[in-house]
């Protein structure tokens, strides 16, 4: 089993503030009473079941949970792989993340085949970018793709969850 983690879940008690100087910081202009809905999350497993893509190189997009709420701000992703994609000639399985307008806009490109990743990867060389900010009422979504000669159908195995962290800015009325 591989975990990677860009925030680990129990920590999430301790970064109210520096979440809120992010903010400050990113979002001079906007006046950041207190958070709305504290911390939330969107999250999904993915099965090999669940990769139904038949044609060859075919990427498939599925839906992490409901839309974004208005002022979501994503800032911690999470990639759980408890067991490698493989089956039949599948060669690669990559993903990327993001949302509606930016389908790579938080992850793009983590190959779970023949680089299982690690949380440096993820940080550094695949590029978590937090600074592709999800606008308000977006889907997120996971994208799938397997190497050019191969459908995802033909996996046997594989099973991987992704959990997007986000808060919700609080209306400020003057």
Do not use: W
């Not at 800032?75 to 493989?86: E, G, I, K, M, N």
């Not at 990867?121 to 397997?146: C, D």
Request: proline share 6%.
């Amino acid at each position: 089993m591989s975990v990677i983690r860009t925030l680990d879940a129990d920590s999430l008690d301790g970064i109210a503030q520096p979440i809120q100087e992010l903010i400050a910081d990113a979002f001079s202009e906007v006046r950041t009473a207190t958070l709305a809905n504290e911390i939330q999350r969107r999250q999904i497993q993915i099965l090999h079941g669940d990769l139904t893509e038949a044609g060859n190189g075919d990427p498939q997009v599925i839906d992490i949970e409901a839309i974004l709420p208005a002022n979501a701000i994503p800032f911690a992703l999470d990639v759980q792989v408890d067991t490698v994609p493989s089956g039949g000639s599948v060669s690669e399985c990559v993903i990327d993340v993001g949302g509606t307008t930016d389908p790579v806009g938080i992850l793009l490109g983590l190959e779970l085949i023949t680089d299982v990743p690690t949380a440096a990867e993820i940080n550094a060389a695949k590029g978590v970018a937090f600074s592709n900010i999800i606008h308000a009422g977006e889907q997120l979504g996971v994208t799938v793709t397997p190497d050019a000669g191969n459908p995802l159908v033909d996996l046997t195995a594989g099973d991987f969850t992704i959990t997007v962290y986000f808060f919700v800015l609080a209306p400020v009325t003057p």
